[in-house]
């Protein structure tokens, strides 16, 4: 914003007009008390703005009456939340206070107006912007309005971002983008969201967004008289059999565009299903939603050929956010597949307004709201620091999400690119702890194995398996990644690390070694070649050492040569894994001329268990030579 101008037009006709507007929207809805205290707001707002002016040069009262608009008309919130839409800057740019406003408005109003009003600090917790995200997320996890004036307020923001300068409109884009948007997303408020990120993209990356806008519109041009027909066809094969319902082509945004592009590699020409063609109806008394969906569908592909392996039912499994439809892929006359969306009237405004219309003292409203607390403050005790805060919450609760079952029909939501792992712990946390291997749609899977929409998971353990560094690359919601770090941080961590080039094992004969300042001290074989430099060269730095077995188990691999016969890889096999009771990581064998060898990866405990093992190998027929393997790490 600016002071005031030497632009002396009177503005006070169009300030008068706009406010008027914003009070016959709420009058139909809000008592004549109520809306004396709105008329109160916008005249409190007026006075404290009144020498201020946005980067238009107009008065930075519209600000303040366009979020206001918002909130009341495309939010449909109520009145405390449009007075709090009125008043949002005025603590932040003037001399008001929010204990003033509670005084004259009440708390509730206080609390939405100090919920957006970003904090002044001399020093920031994480930093400005991260400080100000944590705020709202706090502020959300006690009244969802308050992210949803936030909300009304970047919209307007967003929508008048062309009067800012370019390094001002790249971070204003970028956090919307990265917080605002896909809250909007998690919320099912599809129209905001959209307009969010179309225009996010359009600050970021402006030549991107044009040549996207100007190949859709090109596109939407040619296309237009084929899709014209096929919506025709659609309409006079459900009109033949008594359904009335609307049919409309919609293209996909810019930004949801340029986000399949940047996935796929495609280009714009050789990307599939740039558009979609909607059929809404309204369900006839008697038959219910998924009836007449059904019914659709039947006729639909009566008329067409349909996609194999092109539906996605989004009735029976929604989205967390709510979303609901029926989805499919139709081969049109002129030769293209198709995607076609069935939805009820009742479906498609859910997924355009998401959370408002869903009643707020309902058992899922609260259900939903207690999950987010819940989430946000195991995400604050866990992740103080600001990175890994904003990523755990973006992970956990900002993605799209897959639904999956377990073989009893249990439903489980994860976010797009969960794991086996991922899933395991969802259903507990010790299933999550000694996760061994999996079966995805009755096929043999690893833990690590990517899921996807609809998929039938069940999971086998072993109490011998627990959570490992690498499990850590391959999950990706917040509840896998809590346990896992907490496994391993609480898991005991030996003062002991093991020399990378003679790899000692509890039981042979070693010597430490510790550098200043490093609480772990270094285990080298007594004839390893590094232990022996550094006797030579630093003998003062030698420490006792007490490298004993523990439940620790140590990778080790080891060669065995034996003359080929009928049953031996049997008996290799069946002594390790029946008589030892022992894992194999590899076995991987070579034989020429009659002699085999044979490269075997496994874990032992101890040096002791690895000679015992060595021997019971090395008494099989056939058996010439069994040794252990040293690889020196890179």
């Known amino acids: 914003m600016q002071k005031e101008s030497s632009d002396q037009r009177d503005y006070t006709p169009e300030i008068e007009d706009r406010a008027e507007e914003v009070m016959r929207i709420m009058s139909s809805r809000t008592g004549s008390a109520d809306m004396r205290r709105l008329r109160q707001a916008f005249e409190m707002a007026r006075e404290a703005h009144a020498p201020q002016r946005r980067k238009t040069g107009e008065p930075y009262i519209f600000h303040p009456l366009a979020v206001a608009k918002i909130a009341a008309e495309e939010l449909h919130l109520d009145v405390n939340s449009v007075i709090a839409a009125f008043l949002h800057d ?313 639904l999956v079952f377990s073989p009893k029909g249990r439903d489980v939501v994860l976010p797009q690119r969960s794991t086996v792992i991922d899933f395991a712990y969802e259903i507990s946390p010790d299933l999550g702890r000694h996760a061994h291997y999996a079966r995805i749609n009755t096929q043999l899977a690893s833990i ?42 609480h898991r005991r961590k030996s003062p002991y690390r093991r020399c990378p080039v003679c790899r000692p094992l509890p039981g042979e004969e070693v010597i430490g070694y510790s550098e200043k300042g490093d609480f772990q001290i270094n285990v080298h074989k007594r004839d390893c070649r590094v232990a022996i430099r550094l006797a030579s060269q630093y003998g003062d730095n030698i420490k006792s050492v007490d490298f004993h077995p523990d439940d620790t188990l140590y990778p080790v691999k080891i060669s065995v040569r034996a003359v080929d016969r009928y049953h031996l890889f049997i008996d290799l096999v069946s002594c390790i894994t029946d008589r030892l009771a022992l894992s194999m990581h590899s076995f991987d064998t070579e034989t020429a001329d009659g002699i085999v060898t044979c490269h075997i990866a496994l874990s032992v405990h101890s040096y002791k268990e690895l000679e015992h093992i060595i021997s019971h190998i090395a008494a099989i027929n056939g058996v010439d030579e069994v040794k252990r393997i040293v690889e020196v790490e890179d």
């Not at 992210?147 to 800012?164: E, F, G, Q, W, Y």
């Not at 069940?458 to 809590?482: G, M, Q």
């Open 90 to 402: 005025v603590v932040e740019d003037t001399p008001h206070s929010v204990e003033e406003i509670s005084r004259t408005f009440g708390p509730d109003v206080a609390f939405l107006v100090g919920a957006v009003t970003k904090q002044k600090k001399e020093h920031y917790e994480m930093s400005k912007q991260l400080d100000n995200f944590k705020q709202m997320l706090d502020a959300m996890g006690r009244d969802i309005r308050a992210i949803l004036v936030k909300l009304s307020d970047r919209l307007h923001n967003m929508r008048t971002l062309a009067s800012m300068p370019a390094e001002k409109q790249m971070k204003i884009a970028g956090e919307t983008d990265y917080f605002y948007a896909p809250l909007a997303t998690r919320l099912g408020l599809y129209n905001i969201k959209s307009e969010l990120e179309n225009l996010s993209l359009r600050y970021r990356c402006p030549h991107e967004y044009a040549e996207l806008t100007e190949q859709i519109e090109a596109d939407r041009q040619f296309q237009s008289g084929r899709l014209a027909r096929f919506r025709e066809q659609i309409h006079d094969q459900l009109r033949s059999h008594g359904i009335v319902a609307r049919v409309f082509t919609d293209y996909r945004r810019p930004y949801s565009l340029w986000r399949k592009m940047l996935k796929s590699g495609d280009d714009f020409n050789h990307l599939k299903y740039r558009h979609f063609t909607e059929v809404v109806f309204d369900a006839p008394e008697g038959m219910t939603e998924k009836e007449m969906t059904l019914k659709i569908y039947s006729l639909l592909t009566d008329r067409f050929r349909e996609k194999p392996g092109g539906i996605v039912n989004y009735i029976d499994s929604p989205k967390e956010n709510g979303y609901q439809s029926f989805h499919l892929k139709l081969l049109a006359d002129f030769g293209r597949w198709q995607e076609v969306h069935i939805s009820s009237e009742r479906m498609m405004r859910e997924s355009q307004y998401g959370i408002l219309l869903t009643d707020r003292s309902s058992a899922d409203f609260n259900s939903w709201m207690e999950k987010f607390r819940v989430l946000l403050s195991d995400i604050r005790r866990n992740h103080p620091d600001a990175n890994t805060f904003m990523e755990s919450m973006a992970a956990s609760f900002y993605n799209d999400d897959i």
């Open 448 to 489: 690590k194995t990517p899921l996807h929409r609809g998929d039938i998971v069940e999971i086998f353990t072993s109490r011998d398996v627990h959570p490992n560094p690498d499990w850590l690359n391959h999950c990706v919601t917040y509840k896998a990644r809590r346990e896992i770090g907490e496994y391993l941080d």
